[in-house]
C-alpha cells in the first residue's frame, strides 16, 4: 500500500549533475525519516544521506558540498541533488524511509524500512 518510486537517474560526464526524486505513494499521512543509499558493483551498499521529517540533514563525508537533499512533505517527495559528479558516485541509488504512517481503509496503520527499487547513476566521460 505504500511504495517509494526513484526517478532521475541517467548517464552524466564528470563533473555534471542530476536530480534524483523518490516519491511515496499510497494514502499517506506521515513519513519519518528519509534517505539514499547507494551500492556499487562488487561493493556493498552504503548510506549517502539522510533528512528528517523536519528538514535536519546529514551527509556522507564524499559528497559534502556536491549533494544536497531536501524534501516536499506536502508531496511526499525527496529530492537529492548531485553536482559535481565523481565516476566513483557511479552506483544504483535507492531511497528509503525508516517510517511511515498511512491510512488503510478508515484505519491508520504503519510500516518501517521502506525501499525504492533503485535508479542507476552512470558518470562516465
Known amino acids: 500500500q505504500v511504495q517509494l518510486v526513484e526517478s532521475g537517474g541517467g548517464l552524466v560526464q564528470p563533473g555534471g549533475s542530476l536530480r534524483l526524486s523518490c516519491a511515496a505513494s499510497?494514502?499517506?499521512?506521515?513519513?519519518?525519516?528519509m534517505g539514499w543509499h547507494r551500492q556499487a558493483p562488487g561493493k556493498q551498499r552504503e548510506l549517502v544521506a539522510t533528512?528528517?521529517?523536519?528538514?535536519?540533514?546529514n551527509y556522507r563525508d564524499s559528497v559534502k558540498g556536491r549533494f544536497t537533499l531536501s524534501r516536499d512533505n506536502a508531496k511526499n517527495t525527496m529530492y537529492l541533488q548531485m553536482n559535481s559528479l565523481r565516476p566513483e558516485d557511479t552506483a544504483v541509488y535507492y531511497c528509503?524511509?525508516?517510517?511511515?504512517?498511512?491510512?488503510?481503509?478508515?484505519?491508520?496503520?504503519?510500516?518501517?524500512?521502506?525501499w525504492g527499487q533503485g535508479t542507476q547513476v552512470t558518470v562516465s566521460s
Open positions: 499510497g494514502s499517506i499521512f506521515s513519513i519519518g525519516t
Open positions: 533528512i528528517t521529517s523536519s528538514g535536519v540533514t
Open positions: 528509503n524511509a525508516d517510517y511511515v504512517s498511512y491510512y488503510s481503509g478508515r484505519d491508520l496503520r504503519a510500516g518501517n524500512n521502506y
